[in-house]
């Protein structure tokens, strides 16, 4: 008789690499690796290797790279989305579509069990679960974290020591990481302690401003319709585009924050968080927005950057919600094509140029020198009925003061110049 089958999403690192012999240990399942080249820096013949090794029946390496650009990191910088200010949702943005994954190796293994190595205190947990559960809610999900009796990163070091699987983390060396094309996170280990500076050693997509170049270095982005697409004049493929970007951005040490975020879960952490290229992107496209678009719809935008930076944050990807903002942010994204300037240096990236054939700037209108195309007395009129509430309300309790009924008196003599004392 053929054994139950379960998706273990896998990375070859400590968590996954103790689950991966647990399962086997525990459920007797048939164990199915799928490990997710989102970009981050592996050598993924070796987790092939090790995931057989250790005990899958089958090892998955999907190469998701540029789904994860164009379907996942796109649409949220379009949006603008920024969680609690800070935090450009590098991980969040990635977990819905490795959720896809899992849920499509499952639907084609015949499996009914997926397993992940999240913890009970973190985001993740919940991304992956709400999204498996969007996708195909007949699968059921094993999260050894929430019912094994290890409770600590150490306990999982002295169980792959018992059970001879190898492994690179130390107790001395036991930060949590995750990394893909877009960032790496750091978690863990003296991060713990808010008081602690984070250690410079631990920053692997970008230098420390102090070990930047002295001189700066600019970079020319085009984006079509909100997306990037070429940088110095020289159209790139996606991935192709935030490495680039990731090179310039992480040597002049740009990218890097230590923040204490408020996890969906109900406790604050900290992390350190490296997005060097993405950085640059966001704010050359916050610069585009403001030469193009109005202030009514930049306004209402910001406002729906915030909730859409919730939804990822909290792994509400695959809702109607975040799929009816993605269309307002298409819709005010048709016009965003043009070009800017941005002034790496030193930990800043500072946009200085910006330029577009639908820019709402005009030069003709905007100049302090004389024109022929700006009426300065108009300001008159709309000042008047700009102002118009604010003035009625004045009246009105200079009225109540004096125990007038009307504003008629008051007004003629405002319009007369009569002084009034209140």
């Known amino acids: 008789m053929d054994k139950e089958k379960v998706v273990l999403a896998y990375s070859g690192g400590l968590d996954t690499s103790v689950i991966m012999h647990w399962l086997k240990d525990h459920y007797d399942y048939d164990v199915i690796a799928v490990c997710c080249n989102a970009g ?36 949220t910088l379009k949006a603008g989305a920024v969680y609690e200010g800070d935090y450009l949702l590098g991980t969040a943005m990635a977990r819905p579509l490795m959720a896809k994954k899992l849920v499509e190796v499952a639907e084609s293994e015949g499996a009914y069990y997926i397993a992940h190595g999240c913890t009970g205190k973190g985001n993740d947990q919940v ?50 990481q995750d990394q893909n094309i877009w960032h790496i996170s750091h978690e863990g280990g003296n991060l713990e302690n808010p008081w602690n500076e984070h250690k410079d050693d631990i920053l692997r997509m970008s230098v420390t401003p102090e070990n930047a170049p002295d001189e700066p270095t600019y970079v020319e982005i085009y984006f079509e319709k909100g997306i990037p697409v070429a940088v110095n004049d020289k159209k790139l493929d996606p991935v192709e585009l935030i490495t680039t970007l990731n090179k310039m951005a992480g040597e002049n040490g740009i990218g890097t924050v230590d923040i204490i975020e408020n996890r969906l879960v109900g406790m604050k952490s900290r992390g350190v968080y490296e997005t060097p290229g993405g950085t640059v992107l ?24 915030q909730k859409y930076s919730q939804l990822v944050y909290d792994g509400l990807w695959f809702t109607p919600l975040r799929e009816a903002i993605n269309a307002f942010v298409d819709s005010t994204q048709s016009l965003l094509t043009g070009t800017v300037k941005v002034k790496l240096y030193k930990g800043n990236s500072i946009p200085v140029a910006s330029r577009s054939k639908y820019s709402l700037y005009s030069e003709e209108f905007a100049t302090f ?8 007395k108009d300001s008159e009129g709309f000042i008047n009925l700009f102002a118009l509430p604010l003035k009625i309300r004045a009246i009105q309790a200079i009225n109540l003061e004096e125990g007038t009924d009307t504003h008629e008196t008051l007004e003629r003599k405002v319009l007369k110049g009569d002084e009034f004392i209140r």
Not at 135 to 145: E, G, Q, S, T, Y
Not at 289 to 300: C, F, G, I, N, P
Not at 369 to 376: I, T
Request: with cysteine; proline share 3%.
């Open 40 to 75: 981050q820096k592996e050598d993924f013949v070796a987790i092939e290797k090790k995931a057989y090794d250790t005990g899958a029946s089958k090892a998955y390496v999907l190469d998701i790279r540029e789904e994860f650009i164009t379907d996942y990191i796109w649409p």
């Open 127 to 176: 991304r992956f679960e709400a999204s498996i559960k969007a996708l195909n809610p007949a699968i059921k999900i094993i999260a050894p974290w929430r019912i094994w009796d290890l409770h600590s990163r150490e306990d999982c070091i002295a169980y792959a020591k018992v059970h001879n699987i190898p492994i690179d983390q130390t107790e001395e060396n036991i930060y949590s």
């Open 282 to 305: 966001y704010k050359a496209h916050s610069a585009l927005e403001k030469l193009v678009l109005d202030r009514d719809t930049m306004a209402y935008k910001n406002i729906v950057a």
């Open 369 to 376: 020198s004389k024109d022929e195309v700006y009426d300065h």
